[in-house]
């Protein structure tokens, strides 16, 4: 990490030119990576030029390649796909494509390429980095530049971002893409659970992932699926008799529907392939279920992308142009990857190769461990995905499921389990209440309560758990809490004025919160601007308040201020979505990390149940013992509750620092607005071992 801060005024683009481009696969959110790279890149008083078409544009030159501007980007935002076209290249793949493209490229005066896709997409780029200064001595040989022309372009930047739905890219925690496709594959399994209940039936889902089985175990883990099949990890042999006793026994319990997920890249152990009509036949010839096959095929790409993809990719596009600033020509090519909620640049080599060093490092390890002998695909990333979760009332109950099921296994009945934010959920020794009562109370401030009230009371020196379950996002020991992801898709699902405690996650033209005061003077510039924005070509805005970001200037005050200032330029109009982002079905990723943390929790109980057993009964009374499990970048933590007391403002129910806030300047620079801009933050992340490491023992 850079030593001393530098701010974005004092990184200037004046003079250098960049070029975007999206290639390979498409994927929900590349037009938000292009959008901010447009308006970061124009921002810091560089020229931007799209490459329609990929690669192939690139090759082919003219009007394929044409300069971008502010406007040109205007509600790209919510379009699902690459607005600027992808296509696979085969000329790029030669000598003499590439040749042609760098041509292209210097006689605009690109020598900053950001290129959107996946392994393949980015590992072409790094060759045409490395190739660079010899195409342009071939083109100064056959006179189709000049000498100065090639000494002034004599380094090529090459910074990537990972467009796929498939999140199979090793280096980042999650891929552009990968979010938006969870969604469209839920809203695929919620609708059809509905008929598969009416009519007894069994499901077979097939969704993408020929090498990769990331959705299909994700989206089952967030559907409760009786069977997901991926190609990772073959099932044992006999796996069809298991599969199929398992069904039978979910319908003597009184189910009346089975959910099968599979992968379309699924094997055997032995490497035959698994599809879905094979899956089917198997079910109907040994249970005779009334048996269906749902092939998603394509949809998984379609569709507008999620607020998580909307934001990753923003903040990726920004970060993108931050390390092209920052590049000198001995730079390596560089990608821009998601770390916990940091955006981060790895080199990008590295992060292709890492997979390929996983998998020698396993198949090295077959000879001392049987298990290891099956046919195996590098996947970067687990169910561990570190995005907040659903409203207490729906992700609580997710969540809830999975901890009844590990209790279930382990038999505990001395502890304590708290849903934080709103209100909670109490499992309570039996000896304070009857084993199966529940009591309501508030969340972090009781549980303290219970911890402080431990000296009297003997009854509460239990193991005690807190998982952060708020839309508000205002739990302090964690930078994410269940609920925060649901209430921000239903808030970008209607794009209006929003309702939160304290608390705002993204806005755009103006946004007023309760963390940033305000005064007369900053709404005044706020209509100005956007005013002068309605007389352009973008003739649309939108303005976001939190419900107590002032006592004075209102919603409705707010909505006649800009009513009345607008006159003769642009109509206004007001929405208050209030308990709308309380309900609705849980995100994908609602589901999963509330599904997750659950059950981490209970293994953390379970653990420190048998640690502070003594002589026939728990005794628990150390800090350690009260525990908030938060999300602290990657890594799912147990924090001590006593040690959060100084990290939380009380009165105001938030905590003291909020990680988010630095999304605020970001807000502000791809809304135009003059800001200050803290990249200190930024940068090359090291010790990319300990990443890969990670990877690897995450298979």
Known sequence: MPDTKKFIENLSG????????????????????????????????????????????????????????????????????????????????????????????????????????????????????????????????????SEEAAQTHSALHIVGMVGSIDNDFCGTDMTIGTDSALHRIIEVVDAIMTTAQSHQRTFVLEVMGRHCGYLALVSALACGADWVLIPEMPPKDGWEEQMCHKLSESRLRGSRLNIIIVAEGATDRHGNPIS??????????????????????????????????????SRM??????????????????VVSLCGNQAVRLPLMECVQMAYLGLMELQAARSKHAELCVPMVMVPATVSNNIPGSDLSIGADTALNAITDVRRHTLVSECVCVWGGGHVYLFVKSTVLHPNACALLQAFESLLQLVDARSRYEEFCVPMCMLPATISNNVSGTDLSIGADTSLNAIVEVRCTTLSRKDRYYDTDAAYIYEEPF???????????????????????????????????????????????????FDCRKNVLGHMQQGGAPSPFDRNFGTKIAAKAMQWISKKLKEFYREGHVFANSEDSACLLGMRRRALVFQPVIQLKDETDFVHRIPKEQWWLRLRPLMKILAKYKTSYDVSDSGQLEHIVRLRAKDISAI
């Open 276 to 313: 879905s009509n094979a899956v089917k036949d198997l079910v109907v010839r040994c249970l005779g279920f009334d048996t269906r096959v749902t092939i998603l095929g394509h949809v998984q790409r379609g569709g507008t992308p999620s607020a998580f993809d909307r934001i990753l990719a």
């Open 14 to 145: 004046a003079g250098k030119s960049i070029g975007v481009l999206t290639s390979g696969g498409d994927a929900q959110g590349m037009n938000a990576a292009v959008r901010a790279v447009v308006r970061m890149g124009i921002y810091v008083g560089a020229k931007v030029y799209f490459v329609h078409e990929g690669y192939q544009g690139m090759v082919d030159g003219g009007d394929n390649i044409k300069e971008a501007s502010w406007e040109s980007v205007s509600s790209m935002l919510q379009v699902g796909g690459t607005v600027i076209g992808s296509a696979r290249c085969k000329d790029f793949r030669t000598h003499e494509g590439r040749l042609r493209a760098a041509l292209n490229l210097v006689q605009r005066g690109i020598t900053n390429l950001c290129v959107i896709g996946g392994d393949g997409s980015l590992t072409g780029a790094n060759l045409f980095r490395e190739e660079w200064s010899g195409l342009l001595d071939e083109l100064v040989q056959s006179g189709q530049i």
């Open 519 to 569: 005064d007369i003077r900053d709404l005044q510039s706020n209509v100005k601007h956007l005013t002068e924005k309605m007389k352009t070509s973008i003739q649309r805005g939108l303005v976001l308040r939190n419900e107590n970001c002032s006592e004075n200037y209102t919603t409705d005050f707010i909505y006649q201020l800009y009513s009345e200032e607008g006159k003769g330029v």
């Open 317 to 334: 596009g920004v970060e993108a142009v931050l390390a092209l600033l920052e590049a000198s020509p001995g730079t390596p090519a560089c």
